[in-house]
């Protein structure tokens, strides 16, 4: 069985928040392993130190590109590439992307399906978004999808399950996610991880306190154990 992991996003509605270098004390306290940033929000610079950071710990960095437009997008990952992350989630451009971090040993997440917006949205039918991600799947330079899974309409557990089934490579669930029935979906569905930020942030994830210490210790408690159908483990 692989495991069901939780990332951390120091960010609320597709920004990294200002002070996240606060925020990544306090999770890097709680034993958070996974922790992530988007790719507005801060300076470079500061992005920087963040992802340094969280390697010097021995934690997992991850950026989500969220950029909506080509150039933009080419823009944020060549910094990913600069910043030395192990994660690069998120963007839509595949093609031209991949040439970018070839060789860098970064693991790429791609959305799939049709994303507008900013904040970004999910649009399409199920069957269309598991086309987009069977598709994505079929590159070898793909390590497994970013499906923003709580920013579609319609049956989002019957979404996260058709696209595991059909991607066979791991998948994160991402997108507003705010309770532990979303995440005990997303393990269902037989995802191999969750992203939470602004939820836990504003203090809106059922815990017994809403500080962020107590946001974390609930949602790990609610992430905790093996996800029993996932196709594969973030690193496999």
Known sequence: MSQFDFIFMLTRNDR???DAA?????ALRAGVGHIGFKDIGLPFDDLARLARRIKDAGARAYIEVVSVDRESELRSVRAAVD?????????????????VIAGTGMAYYPFPGRITG???????DTDSIVASAVAL???PGVSGLDLLAYRAQGDVPALIKSVCAAARKPVIVAG??????????ARAGGAAAFTIGTSALDGRFPAPGTNLEAQLAAIMQASAGPAPHAAAHLFP
Request: hydrophobic letters at 40%; proline letters at 4%.
């Open 16 to 18: 990294t928040v200002e």
């Open 22 to 26: 606060t925020h990544l004390e306090t």
């Open 83 to 99: 910043l030395g992350v192990d994660f690069l989630l998120g963007g839509t451009h595949v093609e031209d992307v991949l040439p």
């Open 118 to 124: 900013h904040p970004s949205i999910l649009e399409g």
């Open 137 to 139: 799947c079929r590159h």
């Open 176 to 185: 507003s996610i705010d309770c532990a029935d979303q995440i005990a979906a």
